[in-house]
C-alpha cells in the first residue's frame, strides 16, 4: 500500500511537470499506480506548445453485496419425471458504463459482433453489453430445441425453434434493456444491455472491470447489476491516467 | 362469469403492473431453493354454452371459468421431491390438482418413481393442458367432451342408452344411481389419479408406466371398485422437431354402485376402460403442429339387452398447429372429430352416441412475457342431442410466474 502511494505521488508529479508525454509514460504511470484509490494522469504537450490530453481509463470493482440467486425452473407438476441438469447462469457479472458519453464517442464505429450461447439449458454469458447496431449471435450448442426471444421495448424478436449447431443472429438497432428468454424452457433468461456509446466493460467473476480510451473529465460512472443500475459515482478521469475506484451494490 | 370477468380486468391491469414488478415474474424460491412456488391464473369468458359442448366433469363450461393453479415443489434432498398442486377452479371448486412424492434412486440418471395422486401417464395433451401450453382456449374432445356413459348408472337396454346420445352433461339410466349426473369423458383431464408411476429417458426415448387406482375416464383418489389400472406411454424424439408417442391405459372404471345391479358372475372390475393413443408432434422455427389419435372402448359388463358384453367404441382425431407472426403474437387452430361404435337396438345398428365435430381458430398476444390475451372461435356440429350446432366466442388472459 505505500509503495502503491510512492507510485501514485510519482505519477501525479509527472503529470504536473509534463512529462515527456508519450503513451508509454503514460502506460507506465497506469501500471505503477496499479492498486492505488483516486486517479493519476498525465498531460501531453503539442509541438505548438498547446496542451493535448491523453485518453486515460476507468479501472475498479464493482462490488455486489447480495449476489442475485438464478431463476428456479417452475414446479413442473404436470411432467411425469424431473428435468435433467442444467448449468447455473453466472450471477456475479455487473456491467459498469458512464453514464453520459464524451464528445467523438458517437463517431462512426464498426458494429460488433458477440455470442450468447445456449448450453445446458443456460444462456452464457448471462449478461451482454454491446453498443448500438451490434450483432448477437446466438448458436444452440443443446441436444433439444430452443426458441430465443424477447419482448423488451428496445428489441422486439423471436428467432423461432431450432436445433443444435444451428445459430440465428439479430442486430440491436436501440439502446436499452434487452431481456431474452427461452420459450421452451421458461427458466432461461439474459440481459442484452445496448449502449449507444463504447464506454462501458462487463465485470468479471470478482467484479473487476475497466473502460479504456476514456477522455480526461470528469463522467458519472453507472454500476449496473440484475437488470438495473444500481449505483453510480461521480468520477474524474485525468489525462493519460486511471481513476481508480470501488462501486458498492447494496 | 361476474368472477371470471373481474379477473380478466385486474390481469389486464397487472400486465401494466408487472411491468413494474409489482406481481412476480418468476417463480417464488424460499428457503435457498428447496421450496420453489409458481402459479397460473387463467380467466376465460365466452358466451353461453347452452348445448354443452365445452363442459367438464365439474359442471361448468371450459369458456366461463376463473382458474388459480399454484404448484410449488419442496426439495427435501438430491433424490426426495414433494411435488402438488392447488386449483380453485370456476371460484367454487377447491382441489389438490397433484400431491406426490418424487423419488430419484440415482440421481445422476433420468429414472424418476412417483408416489401419491400423480401426473397423467396417458397422451400428449396433459403437459399442454395449461393456459400457457393450450394452443387455443378449448380443452380437446377426447379430453373433456362428456359422453352419456356413467361409472355409477348402468343402462338397462339398449334404448336407454340410446335415449341418452348427445345428453352427456346430464344423463340417467335405471340401473345404479338413478340421479341424472355428468356422464364420462374418453380421458378426464381435470383431475389426477392416485397411485405409483415410473418414467425414465435414455437418449431419445422416453418412457412412463403406472399404476392407479381409477381409469383415464374415471380418475380417484380412493379406489372405489377393487380394480387397478394399467397405464403406459412411450415417447421418441429421434430428431428435436419430431416427437412421435404411443400409449396404452387398461382400468376399471365402474363404481360400487352398480354392484348390486351386475347379473351373477359379473363383477365390478369386469367393466374395463381400454385405451390406445398414437400421438406426434412437428415443430420448426415458428411452426408448430400436433395430431393425436386416441381409441377408447369400454366393456359393460352385462348385455343391454341379455347377451354377453358389450363394447362401446369411441375414438377421437386431432389435429392442431400454430404460427408465429410476430414476436409475441401467434396464430392457432385445432379441428377434431369425436365418433362412436355402433350397437344393435331393436334389428338397426345405431351409433351409441352422437359424433361431435369442432374446429377452433383463434390468436395469442403476450403483452408481456408471462401474461398472455386469447381469443378464439369455435365451431360445434354433433349428430344428435337437443342442440346440434353452435359457434362460442371465447376471450382468456393467463398469466403465470
Known amino acids: 500500500m505505500v509503495l502503491a502511494r510512492f507510485a501514485l505521488i510519482g505519477a501525479l508529479v509527472a503529470g504536473v511537470t509534463g512529462g515527456t508525454g508519450d503513451t508509454g509514460a503514460a502506460a507506465a504511470a497506469g501500471a505503477a499506480a496499479q492498486g492505488a484509490p483516486g486517479a493519476t494522469g498525465l498531460s501531453a504537450r503539442a509541438p505548438s506548445g498547446a496542451t493535448v490530453q491523453v485518453p486515460g481509463a476507468i479501472r475498479g470493482r464493482l462490488d455486489v453485496r447480495r449476489v442475485a440467486r438464478p431463476t428456479e425452473r417452475r414446479p413442473e407438476v404436470a411432467a411425469p419425471g424431473s428435468a435433467g441438469p442444467r448449468d447455473l447462469p453466472d450471477l456475479r457479472r455487473g456491467v459498469v458504463y458512464l453514464e453520459s458519453a464524451p464528445r467523438g464517442a458517437f463517431e462512426e464505429r464498426e458494429p460488433g459482433r458477440a455470442v450468447m450461447d445456449q448450453r445446458n439449458e443456460t444462456f452464457v454469458p448471462h449478461v451482454l453489453a454491446v453498443t448500438v447496431g451490434a450483432v448477437v449471435d446466438f448458436p444452440n450448442s443443446d441436444k433439444t430445441f430452443h426458441n430465443v426471444f424477447s419482448l423488451s421495448r428496445a428489441r422486439r424478436f423471436d428467432l423461432g425453434r431450432y436445433a443444435a449447431g444451428h445459430s440465428k443472429s439479430i442486430r440491436f438497432d436501440r439502446p436499452g434493456l434487452v431481456r431474452v428468454f427461452c420459450d421452451i424452457h421458461s427458466h432461461m433468461n439474459a440481459y442484452v444491455l445496448v449502449l449507444s456509446h463504447p464506454f462501458f466493460d462487463v465485470t468479471d467473476v470478482d467484479g473487476r472491470f475497466r473502460i479504456d480510451d476514456v477522455p480526461a473529465g470528469t463522467y458519472t460512472v453507472v454500476g449496473w447489476y440484475d437488470g438495473e443500475p444500481r449505483t453510480s459515482r461521480p468520477v474524474t478521469v485525468p489525462s493519460g491516467g486511471i481513476a481508480d475506484f470501488e462501486l458498492v451494490v447494496p | ?401
Do not use: C
Not at chain 2, 58 to 82: I, K, P
Not at chain 2, 107 to 121: A, L, S, Y
Not at chain 2, 161 to 189: H, K, Q, T, Y
Not at chain 2, 278 to 296: H, N, W
Open chain 2, 1 to 401: 362469469m361476474k368472477q371470471a370477468l373481474l379477473a380478466l380486468g385486474v390481469l389486464l391491469l397487472s400486465a401494466t403492473g408487472a411491468r413494474a414488478q409489482l406481481l412476480p415474474t418468476e417463480p417464488v424460491s424460499v428457503a435457498d431453493g428447496r421450496l420453489v412456488v409458481s402459479a397460473e391464473i387463467s380467466a376465460t369468458v365466452g358466451g353461453g354454452d347452452p348445448g354443452f359442448f365445452n363442459y367438464t366433469d365439474y359442471e361448468y363450461s371450459g369458456l366461463r371459468n376463473l382458474r388459480v393453479g399454484v404448484g410449488a415443489e419442496l426439495r427435501a434432498s438430491r433424490w426426495l421431491q414433494v411435488l402438488g398442486e392447488l386449483r380453485l377452479d370456476h371460484a367454487t371448486h377447491v382441489e389438490p390438482f397433484a400431491l406426490y412424492a418424487r423419488i430419484r434412486p440415482w440421481p445422476e440418471r433420468r429414472f424418476d418413481i412417483q408416489v401419491g395422486r400423480i401426473p397423467g401417464t396417458f397422451g400428449a395433451f396433459g403437459r399442454t393442458s395449461y393456459g400457457t401450453g393450450n394452443l387455443v382456449i378449448g380443452t380437446p374432445l377426447a379430453y373433456q367432451y362428456l359422453t352419456s356413459l356413467r361409472p355409477d348408472s348402468l343402462p338397462a337396454t339398449a334404448d336407454d342408452l340410446l335415449r341418452m346420445r348427445g345428453r352427456g352433461w346430464l344423463s340417467n339410466f335405471p340401473l345404479g344411481v338413478a340421479a341424472a349426473d355428468r356422464g364420462l369423458p374418453l380421458i378426464n383431464s381435470v383431475r389426477s389419479d392416485t397411485g405409483v408411476q415410473a418414467h425414465g429417458l435414455k437418449g431419445v426415448v422416453e418412457w412412463t408406466a403406472a399404476v392407479t387406482t381409477g381409469s383415464l375416464s374415471n380418475p380417484k383418489v380412493r379406489d372405489d371398485n377393487g380394480g387397478r389400472q394399467l397405464v403406459g406411454r412411450v415417447v421418441a424424439r429421434p430428431v428435436p422437431a419430431v416427437a412421435v408417442g404411443v400409449s396404452a391405459a387398461r382400468g376399471a372404471y365402474l363404481s360400487r354402485a352398480v354392484e348390486r345391479a351386475l347379473p351373477s358372475g359379473a363383477r365390478l372390475d369386469d367393466g374395463i376402460q381400454r385405451v390406445l393413443g398414437v400421438d406426434g408432434e412437428y415443430s420448426e422455427g415458428r411452426f408448430l403442429a400436433r395430431a393425436e389419435l386416441i381409441r377408447s372402448h369400454w366393456a359393460l359388463p352385462f348385455a343391454l339387452s341379455g347377451g354377453g358384453n358389450e363394447r362401446l367404441g369411441a375414438h377421437s382425431l386431432l389435429v392442431e398447429g400454430r404460427y408465429r407472426i410476430a414476436p409475441g403474437l401467434q396464430l392457432a387452430a385445432r379441428a377434431e372429430r369425436l365418433d362412436f361404435s355402433r350397437i344393435q337396438a331393436g334389428g338397426l345398428s345405431e351409433l351409441w352416441e352422437a359424433p361431435v365435430q369442432r374446429i377452433e381458430a383463434g390468436a395469442s398476444y403476450s403483452i408481456i412475457r408471462n401474461v398472455t390475451l386469447k381469443a378464439s372461435v369455435q365451431r360445434n356440429v354433433r349428430d344428435g342431442g337437443r342442440i346440434r350446432r353452435d359457434t362460442l366466442a371465447a376471450m382468456q388472459v393467463v398469466y403465470w410466474f
